[in-house]
């Protein structure tokens, strides 16, 4: 006879149920964990293989704090909105397989990107829009695009932007970037709920103007960022929401339409492979020599995944096969989409 | 009162909106119904120690509680649990839950533990889209042509200066919260679907008929055949119980 919990409903009327109830989830002793990948936000990511089918899955352990109002929102949120996301770039929940503990429970997700090692609660920290660090609380999709521009510089200095340790720390960098937050670029900002919290006449916080084109041209062997390139950092780190570039704006941008090559389906993408500037970490993207037409501007974090591929990650083997047999062959043009980021892929054939 | 009632009755005390959680945590409540059926059935012939140990009251105040998570409208568990005691309790003397009280504790950490019973049911698919903001959008859609006709007004105030179209609103905005009073319509139509079915109905039942079933189909651009079946479902199709 399997342990049982006693549960005592609203009408007072007490029922046993069994402590390891799965309802219409799967038990997680149908995965074979092969392999740690790494820590998530939540909780640790698993490499595991389905037993009933061979395929190899990630498997996601979430930590259930045991929290005074049940279930965590933020485990929910997180839950129901992979289910709902399809894009080749994210991770797609298959399915929640349920463990024997009842306040735990696991993600089986499909593998497309390796997993990102910078300690994930300073993640959103660095692209945090400055409003949300002033504690505005009716924040908009402008904060998204705040965002966008964080993650489009560090594409383009090969580094994170705006690496904050904690929120004052954060606030100091962007004024070190941008310059001070005045009345005229930004106006009631003083009036957001946490202004007061910090200070803006210490010296630190003194910078008067930006020295955004001097941190984008030249840092961390990226090449130079584009004049139009620059310009959409900039029209996307506008201290100002309102004043903030939309995503319409952002698709509208010069940097779309004056420097080729044009914006293009995923699928379309092809990088060039630049076998002289030998394996190291900017090699695909390494400057002049392969500013061919096909090449993208600012693919540090293309370079760092490369990498990462062939170094920090076991699970990378195939992939990295891959690369040296591209490595041997000149001018070799490994198409980018989905495909070269799913190593597990491999696995199947 | 049967479990959809109850649990009306407690989202009532607890105002929840009737377009959101209300409806979702009856949504939850229905295939919880259906798994608790699948199961009785699959026991049948057998003993009695195998029966099905869940209880549905519980599970009902599970329904309400992850509704109120998963639509965003917060309500502490405490008080979850004391609106649903309260309705079961009004017609006895304690009817109010103390939390000096150790049953308040038992039944707060009973409460938990339905819930993770509850979302292994659901298989942690959460998310339920209802028809009340597709029918919003289609009922502009459908009214953008009469517009053409009464320059400078827009879509709002066109409804409130036509009293037809008022009462088909308000219809169709029943018909959505009746939805899910039902599992063969609840769990059987996606959410474009019933938005259309909803009105059509309504377009029925105040006699506008120049608004055609094409018409809305059309606009809610689904099949004639699927609002068909949403508005006469057969029986209760297996909603994801694999």
Redesign the interface.
Known sequence: MNA??R???????V????SN?????RPVDDFEKVGRVGEGTYGIVYKAIDKSNQKTVALKRMRMERE????P?SA?RE??LL??LSHTNIVRVM??C?GQD??D?GLARQFSVPPCPMTPKVVTLWYRAPEILLGERLYTEASDMWSAGCIFGELLKNAPLLPGKVEPHQFELIIALLGNPTERIWPSFRDLPLANLFRFDTPKMQQQYSTIKQVLSSSNGAAAASPQALELVQDLLVYDPKRRLDTRGALRHSYFRREGPNPCIPSAIRLRFDSRSGGGGGGIFGGGSSAGSGNLRGGGAIANLRKKLEGEQQQGQDFRRKIRRVDRDEDFDLPVGARPFRQFDLDEK | MNHVSWILSVAQVLELPRHSSTAVALHYWHRVAAFMRRERESHEGQNEGVKSALDEKLLACACLLLACKTCETNRRLRHVLNAAFWIEHSNSANSFLNTDDEMYWQLKDSLIAAELILVRILAFDTHVETPHAYIIHLLQMLSEPLLEHTPSSDSATFFLANENYTRLAQASWMNANDVYLDPRTCLNGDARVLAAACIVLAAQSTHLTHLSRQQICNAARVDEKDVEDAICPKSVKKFKLK
């Not at chain 1, 549960?7 to 009327?13: E, I, N, P, Q």
């Open positions: 049982t919990q549960l005592t409903s609203v009408t007072l009327s029922s046993d149920t069994p109830f799965i309802g219409t989830c005074a109002d049940g279930l929102l929910l839950i129901s289910r709902r399915e929640v349920v009842l306040a429970f």
